[in-house]
RNA sequence: GGCCCCUUCGUCUAAUCGGUGAGGACACCAGCCUUUCAAGCUGGCAGCAGGGGUUCAAAUCCCCUAGGGGUCACCA
């Protein structure tokens, strides 16, 4: 790294849509030079398109961003709010004769973009009003025509990127023309705000996604036309759909608020683009802060990576194992709201339970929306049993008279504790000269609905005596 | 189509300056554990896109082919 300038970063995304992945990645990457450098990370919105940008977008990309932990040092900038800079910059461009008016309608360039299709040759803008005469300029402002304003680029050459994770890049300046750096509304396009505004917010790493790289040259003789210093390029690799194909909405869950909202935890989702295109070495499970001291640039790969929910899912379920049980308790709350099991303020022994129930049953869920649905029995009389169950566990004569022994026993059980209620169900078996497994079957299904989940006497103890009696006795009238 | 980037198990990746039985993770399969399901542990399956070079030696360097992706807007 240079010791000519500090470190300072930026994540720029544009507001027309929700974060996804990518992008998160992109910041994440941007936030992980920034902290082990000691560096700056900037946020800034790049909403020069008018048509596209929304404000709610950017407020939904705040939220992300906050909810994945990657706090921000400075801004959010908004370009739109910078127009000044750009309009400054232009004109020095302008004055120097760098940069010139264009008065060419769309229309114009479109039918030249088609004839160039036609005949198979690739277009470029072919200079037209790259040297106006005063007269001409005058007769088309009469005509009430706004012109953008293009930069005017070298016919020959070529255009050198410095690329931190691919090396020099080079272009042939024949095959670039004359762009525009300014619409014709007055704003700036993408390619010059973001050089201005690099250059003024001194930015010293450019860390992007690869869709930007052929954009580079561009930027690059943006840069040498207004006498900027270059910052470091570093373009990582795209994430791409399971189809190999660019993210975008129609593949599923591809943005941080839809991974949110499924019950992913910040921190599953953040370990799980890390590795996308890079690797922390030997374990695979490190925190924010132990990416932070790992991560380099030059150890981030070229090749594009395809996301796969296999991984992230069950990193997911290590996260949430692991997790200390208050946080994970709240961050599981509004799951639980959402199955209608429970109400905004839970506390005392509410929250007590609510607790125990996350501890017993996180052992074998993947995602808090999980966790919610394979609860619901602890907070509701009103399930099904599973009919696959009911044909196992029920069907066999005399089970009803099974669950009213089991009922029997635990009416007058004392004390009502783990072992003491595994202990009776076993000398009850053993008893009946049946095994326990024929005893325990039909009670999980009778006190759960369910074949599977957390121990049968982790449940018994979690249900109470009084809600486990009625349901065996209820499993009882049912089948009988 | 022009230009640019890329190519290691199905997926994510590792393999210091060329010498490895090409390693790990997820997924999958099997076993163990066990009241179920998970978790956990153990084992298994599976890869250097293809072809030419250079070299004593190539996943690694060079070239070609193929494939994938990106970009060519008054979008970012």
Redesign the pocket.
């Known amino acids: 790294m240079s010791l000519l300038r500090p470190v300072r970063v930026r994540f720029?995304?544009?507001p027309t849509g929700e974060l996804h992945i990518g992008g998160a990645r992109t910041a994440l990457f941007n936030y992980l030079v920034a902290r082990a450098s000691n560096g700056t990370f900037i946020l800034r919105i790049?909403d020069?398109?008018l048509e596209?940008s929304r404000p709610e977008y950017t407020d939904g990309l705040l939220n992300s961003l906050r909810w994945l932990g990657l706090d921000w040092d400075e801004g959010p900038y908004f370009q739109s709010q910078r127009l000044e800079e750009y309009n400054r910059a232009a004109a020095r461009l302008l004055e120097e004769d760098k940069a010139y008016h264009c008065y060419?309608?769309?229309e114009e360039?479109a039918a030249g973009?088609e004839a160039a299709r036609k005949a198979?040759k690739?277009?470029l803008y072919p200079g037209t009003c790259r040297d106006l005469s005063q007269e001409e300029t005058r007769a088309y402002l009469a005509a009430g025509r706004s012109p953008?304003i293009r930069l005017r680029t070298p016919d020959r050459g070529e255009t050198v990127v410095r690329d931190l994770i691919?090396g020099e890049?080079?272009?042939?300046n024949s095959?670039l023309d004359d762009f525009?750096i300014v619409?014709?509304?007055g704003?700036p396009?993408?390619?010059f705000a973001s050089v201005v505004d690099d250059a003024l917010m001194q930015i010293s790493d450019v860390i992007r996604g690869?869709?930007?790289?052929?954009?580079t040259p561009r930027q690059q003789l943006c840069i040498e036309a207004l006498g900027y210093e270059a910052p470091r390029f570093a373009h990582v690799?795209?994430i791409?759909a399971p189809d190999?194909?660019?993210l975008s909405k129609r593949h599923g869950a591809t943005s941080v608020e839809e991974f949110r909202g499924r019950g992913y935890l910040p921190e599953a989702l953040l370990n799980y683009i890390a590795?996308?295109?890079?690797?922390p070495g030997?374990k695979?499970i490190v925190s924010l802060s132990e990416m932070v001291s790992l991560f380099s640039l030059e150890?981030v790969?070229?090749?594009?990576?395809?996301?796969?929910t296999?991984?992230l899912t069950?990193m997911n379920?290590?996260y949430l194992?692991e997790a200390p049980l208050e946080q994970l308790t709240e961050k599981a709350l509004p799951f639980f709201e959402a199955e209608g099991l429970l109400h905004a303020p839970v506390e005392g022994n509410e929250l007590d339970y609510f607790q125990k129930i996350v501890d017993t049953v996180r052992?074998?869920v993947k995602t808090l929306a999980e966790l919610a649905e394979a609860s619901t029995y602890f907070y509701r009389d009103d399930f099904s049993y599973e009919p696959k169950g009911v044909e196992k566990h029920f069907r066999k004569e005399g089970t009803d008279e099974l669950l009213r022994r089991a009922a029997d026993l635990l009416r007058k059980l004392e004390p009502f504790e783990l072992d003491s209620i595994e202990k009776a169900y076993r000398s009850l078996s053993e008893d009946l000269g049946i095994s326990?497994?024929r005893l325990?079957?039909p009670t999980?299904l009778a006190i759960s609905g369910k074949?599977?989940?957390?121990?049968?006497?982790e449940i018994i103890v979690l249900l109470g005596r009084n809600r486990t009696v009625e349901r065996l006795e209820r499993a009882a009238r049912w089948i009988g």
Request: charged share 30%; proline share 6%; hydrophobic share 25%.
């Open positions: 720029a995304p544009s790049d020069t398109d596209r060419c309608t769309p360039l973009r198979g690739p277009y953008v691919r890049v080079r272009f042939d095959n525009i619409k014709s509304n704003l396009t993408y390619n690869e869709e930007h790289l052929s954009n690799p795209m791409l190999r194909s660019k590795l996308l295109g890079w690797s030997e695979e150890r790969n070229k090749t594009a990576a395809i996301y796969d296999n991984k069950w379920g290590h194992r052992d074998r326990t497994g325990i079957h999980r074949t599977m989940g957390p121990g049968l006497f």
